[in-house]
């Protein structure tokens, strides 16, 4: 039996935050069955399933952006593109589009041997740092590889200010950002109370204790609305939309 993925084109991840001038955030991920998405270290697992794997494509598609930390360039040196055919999508699709790469990288250490850096790479990455960092050599080395840039102020934890964040991907017409993590950004995702739509991937298998978990608060996690199950071949999605409530 074929894998239906309507409800991917049929759930909407465009803008929906016009007044507060920031893009529709979807996190989304791959976990084992006992909450891991990484092995020891870091070590990057194939998680997902083909027809998972076809699903998460579709999501890059249908999105603006796609952000991960500077943790998942270091281990996976991902390209973070859309790897579909036209057999893929609903008549009518149109051209495949790639996402623009957003990597969170505090201390500007992304290396400029990535594979976002080749010159076959569609989209060059826009990379998030911060101005205690800031390493001209560095920057100018990067850009002069296609790369673009940005300094912006800490939060109170140490990490990339997501509202600055917001703020500039919405003046540069960045309507929608699909965040895949790792683990840091996944947990500082989830603790912003600013992700709209989250899709969460689980795999039938178990990875162990020496596992990276998805999760690192989970007091800080969210409730969830609107739940749905989707059969991905061996895999199972749940689409939610996150409901924050103040917790005493």
């Given at each position: 039996?074929?894998?239906?993925?309507?409800?991917?084109?049929?759930?909407?991840?465009?803008?929906?935050?016009?007044?507060?001038?920031?893009?529709?955030?979807?996190l989304t991920y791959a976990q084992s069955l006992d909450g891991k998405i990484a092995g020891r270290h870091g070590q990057q697992l194939i998680l997902s399933g083909a027809q998972s794997m076809t699903a998460t494509h579709i999501l890059r598609l249908r999105h603006d952006a796609i952000l991960v930390?500077?943790?998942?360039?270091?281990n996976d040196d991902p390209r973070l593109t859309v790897r579909?055919?036209?057999?893929?999508?609903?008549?009518?699709?149109g051209p495949i589009r790639h996402p623009q790469p957003i990597i969170l990288d505090s201390k500007l250490r992304f290396p400029l041997t990535a594979k976002l850096l080749l010159p076959t790479s569609p989209t060059k990455p826009w990379i998030f740092t911060s101005p205690i960092h800031s390493d001209s050599q560095k920057k100018a080395n990067l850009e002069a590889l296609g790369a673009k840039v940005f300094f912006l102020d800490l939060?109170?934890?140490?990490?990339?200010?997501?509202?600055?964040?917001?703020?500039?991907?919405?003046?540069?017409n960045m309507r929608s950002v699909m965040v895949e993590g790792g683990a840091s950004v996944i947990s500082s995702f989830l603790k912003s109370g600013l992700v709209d739509s989250f899709l969460l991937t689980i795999a039938p298998v178990f990875v162990g204790k020496d596992g990276v978990s998805a999760v690192e608060d989970v007091e800080a996690a969210p409730e969830f609305d609107d739940i749905s199950y989707h059969p991905l071949g061996r895999d199972t999605m749940m689409v939610a939309k996150p409901r924050y409530i103040a917790r005493s």
């Open positions: 039996m074929a894998t239906n993925y309507d409800f991917l084109f049929e759930t909407s991840f465009e803008q929906s935050n016009k007044d507060a001038k920031r893009p529709h955030v979807t930390g500077i943790g998942t360039v270091l579909l055919t036209s057999d893929d999508l609903p008549k009518g699709s939060d109170l934890s140490g990490h990339i200010s997501l509202e600055g964040l917001f703020s500039t991907l919405w003046e540069n």
